[in-house]
């Protein structure tokens, strides 16, 4: 049979998750749950494409449709996560699948079409190098693993663990959600929904964990850390004002890595970052060596490269205002502009 292209059903979703499984170069962001966290949390339009042959995926390609009056039109694969793209086991598979999704980008007039990779794809489109993501392999052994971190950092694991900081897991998102929506207001950004982190867990189940650093039986901080394959993902933080001098945020990743090397897992994904910018710095400072990723653009109705981020500085009055308001105001505006961001 000729190759096909196809979109992602509930008949198919199995079949697109083994096939997920079994590619090495598929990430958490590939798995088919994330179109129904999409569709349910933010109402976005979702086109799971695939390519099949002889009645095999060959090739998946995860994209979303997200656009507002404020943050313009986008086709992406995918928002709020750091990977995406093409994932195939052929170049006939990997052009078909790019070359549908131009065709969806023109069709739908988006400003850009817009892929995020580990790898670049080779398509020769306009590219952004201002993210680089940070991965490390752990070992069972906590020893090896303490004496892999600087010492500047290790010092303040130790801190922390002297402090009395101690770490738990919790079923829940509200625990999570407070911290969380604090620490983003004092960011300056908008927040995501509630509804959104219970979404996440609802879909992804056991692979969605939230971990919660408390103090003398307070919570100082909270984490939301994704799972896959052999890798743990800490994706989402927040903590409170206590967290700093109880040096709870060092703590707080060392507890994720000690768990998660008893639980058998091989390599900590620290996420992405912008170039040079704090979290960049920090994640440097553990020991972790930055990776460029390679987020490409098949641009459509724009004439450049989308700059839909904080460094850009036309957003600097609107952070600096956001860390102002009031958290319950900025938990209520947050998520009607949080989830057109991307």
């Not at 952004?128 to 500047?152: Q, W």
């Not at 927040?238 to 707080?252: Q, R, V």
């Not at 996420?271 to 979290?279: A, L, M, V």
Request: proline share 5%.
């Amino acid at each position: 049979m000729s190759l096909q292209i196809k979109t992602l059903d509930d008949a198919t979703t199995e079949q697109w998750d083994l096939f997920v499984d079994q590619h090495d170069s598929s990430t958490f962001f590939h798995r088919a749950g994330w179109k129904k966290v999409m569709e349910k949390a933010f109402g976005h339009p979702c086109y799971f494409i695939y390519a099949e042959s002889d009645g095999d995926i060959v090739g998946i390609l995860p994209l979303v449709h997200v656009k507002s009056l404020l943050f313009g039109n986008s086709l992406i694969s995918v928002p709020l996560c750091v990977y995406g793209g093409v994932v195939a086991n052929n170049d006939e598979a990997q052009q078909a699948l790019l070359q549908y999704a131009c065709d969806l980008a023109e069709q739908f007039k988006v400003d850009a079409l817009e892929l995020r990779s580990i790898e670049p794809t080779g398509a020769g489109w306009p590219s952004k190098s201002l993210y680089y993501t940070f991965r490390k392999t752990i070992v069972a052994d906590h020893d090896a693993n303490m004496k892999a971190i600087p010492r500047k950092r290790r010092a303040m694991i130790r801190g922390g663990i002297a402090a009395g900081l101690v770490g738990e897991h919790d079923q829940g998102c509200g625990r999570f959600y407070r911290a969380y929506s604090e620490s983003v207001r004092n960011l300056g950004t908008p927040v995501f929904s509630l509804k959104y982190f219970k979404v996440l867990r609802e879909v992804f189940g056991d692979d969605c964990r939230v971990l919660m650093i408390t103090h003398e039986g307070k919570d100082v901080a909270s984490l939301m850390s994704f799972y896959f394959k052999n890798q743990v993902l800490p994706y989402y933080a927040g903590s409170f004002d206590t967290a700093k001098h109880l040096k709870a945020h060092d703590f707080m990743y060392w507890e994720l890595m000690r768990i998660s090397a008893d639980e058998g897992i091989e390599l900590f994904d620290f996420g992405r970052s912008k170039e040079n910018t704090g979290p960049f710095l920090f994640k440097k400072g553990w020991g972790f060596e930055p990776e460029q990723l390679h987020y490409e653009y098949h641009l459509v109705k724009a004439d450049k490269v989308p700059e839909l981020n904080p460094t850009n500085p036309k957003y600097k009055m609107f952070i600096e205002m956001w860390k102002r308001l009031p958290l319950p105001v900025a938990n209520t505006l947050g998520p009607m502009l949080s989830k057109s961001l991307g």
